[in-house]
């Protein structure tokens, strides 16, 4: 299957300079035996350039108010005719204004970590970086960090450097609110990964998938055998398992904290806010009957007994631009969000009950997404995408996921550590990764 996100690195096995990255307080030369903790010697905000960095003659620095519709509506432009594309030039991401505006606001938002570039002379949005603040534990240590995303430059100005200048100045402001470590993730490898994960695709709408090159007809099959060996059933089959509401946040929070709490990287979640924030503030509104503008689809499983909740999963939707084709011009994609099962927690268990705990968190997790695949192609998906992390190498042969071209390369920046296993190699051993982030 072909690859929704840009990857694969154009200088993979060369040997590169690295002009920019070189400069900067992240790991050289990736090794296994690194100590834990900053690279920076310490500093406070004082320390930190109090004015913004110089741009080239004819650029300035812009604030981009996602909570405006205008400046909503130039940054929607920018990222849907600039950001990232596959090698092939086939699909481009087009994130929704409610995406953005739910990935750009999360709680403890900083406004002024949302920087644009313009052009001076007609004010038009050419280039654009963000930061939220999250909370991240690595290994032992937390702390609030910045999390970098949706770096973009226009095709024209490609090549000039503006890249590194939209870094420093992201990373100034993130270090004026006395944060200073970053997480962020590409398709490209720089200095220098500690995970790297790969991309699965479950194929949902075999025809269209077919039709626009994402997938190839295996020789000797026809589209009709791919509808039905794809197929969902037509109703969920988790006893309990419903849409996610306001009343289950605490219970959602204390349970997917626990199971974070199994990786050797993840987000926090410390507050109910988080939770209310990444599950249901983008749940979309209703609408005569119907849902719209939904970018988050959270479901839990809520025991017919005991009424507790026991699991919890997630999606995304981001759509990719097809670009060229005569009959379709956008891919419906949802991406697996966060999702957690007390499968694994079974009360007292000793640490030989280890094996059978996995096993029933395997076959919970096959459910799970089951169920979820069974919405997300109901709800019209044509395909859902799943990286390595967490623990979906559990699922992802069995729930028909395929191998796709690209690689998602994991990022701190001014944070030294091991590396963590993003699962790519044991996929087929259904052996959870190491990574309990996942970024949007
Ligand atoms: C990513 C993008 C902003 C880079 O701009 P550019 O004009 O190609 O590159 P520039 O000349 O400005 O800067 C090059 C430097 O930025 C670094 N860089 C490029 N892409 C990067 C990325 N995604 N993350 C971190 N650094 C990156 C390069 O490694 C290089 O530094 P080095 O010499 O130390 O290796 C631009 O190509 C773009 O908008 N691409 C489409 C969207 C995209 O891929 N965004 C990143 C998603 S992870």
Same mark, same amino acid.
């Given at each position: 299957m072909k690859l929704l996100e840009n990857f694969g690195d154009p200088n993979a096995g060369q040997v590169k300079e690295h002009k920019f990255w070189k400069t900067q307080p992240v790991i050289q030369d990736g090794s296994t035996e690194i100590k834990e903790g900053p690279i920076d010697p310490p500093k406070t905000p004082a320390d930190v350039r109090q004015e913004p960095y110089a741009l080239p003659a004819g650029f300035e620095w812009s604030t981009v108010d996602v909570k405006n519709e205008g400046q909503m509506n130039e940054l929607h432009t920018l990222l849907s005719e600039n950001y990232v594309e596959d090698d092939e030039a086939m699909f481009r991401f087009r994130y929704s204004k409610e995406f953005l505006l739910w990935a750009l606001t999360a709680p403890g938002y900083h406004a002024d970590w949302h920087i644009g570039v313009r052009v001076q002379k007609t004010g038009k949005l050419v280039g654009f970086i963000s930061g939220i603040k999250v909370e991240l534990r690595a290994y032992s240590h937390t702390w609030d960090s910045g999390e970098v995303n949706y770096l973009c430059v226009h095709k024209k100005l490609? /090549?000039?450097?503006l890249a590194p200048v939209l870094i420093k100045e992201v990373t100034r402001r993130i270090n004026l609110t006395n944060i200073w470590q970053a997480i962020y993730t590409a398709g490209i490898v720089i200095p220098t990964p500690f995970s790297t994960c790969r991309y699965y695709h479950r194929n949902l709408n075999p025809a269209k998938l077919v039709d626009i090159g994402f997938s190839s007809l295996p020789r000797g099959s026809s589209i009709a055998r791919l509808v039905r060996n794809y197929a969902m059933p037509t109703t969920t089959s988790v006893p309990g398992f419903r849409e996610m509401r306001k009343e289950d946040v605490p219970q959602v929070g204390n349970l997917l904290r626990r199971y974070l709490s199994?990786?050797?990287?993840?987000?926090?979640? /410390?507050t109910d806010e988080d939770i209310e924030h990444w599950f249901l503030s983008g749940q979309g509104r209703d609408v005569d009957g119907k849902r719209v503008e939904q970018v988050v689809w959270a479901y839990v499983v809520e025991d017919p007994t005991t009424k507790e909740i026991t699991d919890m999963v997630s999606f995304y939707s981001l759509p990719s631009t097809i670009m060229q084709h005569p009959k379709y011009d956008l891919l419906n994609v949802a991406y697996m969000f966060y999702y957690a099962s007390d499968a694994i927690f079974s009360a007292g268990a000793s640490s030989d009950d280890e094996t059978k705990l996995k096993s029933k968190l395997e076959r919970r997790l096959n459910e799970l997404t089951r169920d979820m695949l069974t919405v997300a192609q109901a709800a019209g998906f044509d395909v859902m995408n799943a990286l390595?992390?967490?623990?979906n190498n559990m699922f992802i042969s069995e729930q028909k996921f395929g191998p796709g071209d690209g690689y998602l390369n994991y990022y701190l920046y001014n944070w030294a550590m091991p590396p963590i296993d993003g699962g790519m190699d044991t996929t087929s051993s259904r052996e959870g990764s190491g990574v309990g982030v996942v970024m949007l």
């Open positions: 490609r /090549s000039k450097r199994r990786f050797p990287i993840a987000q926090t979640f /410390s390595t992390l967490l623990d």
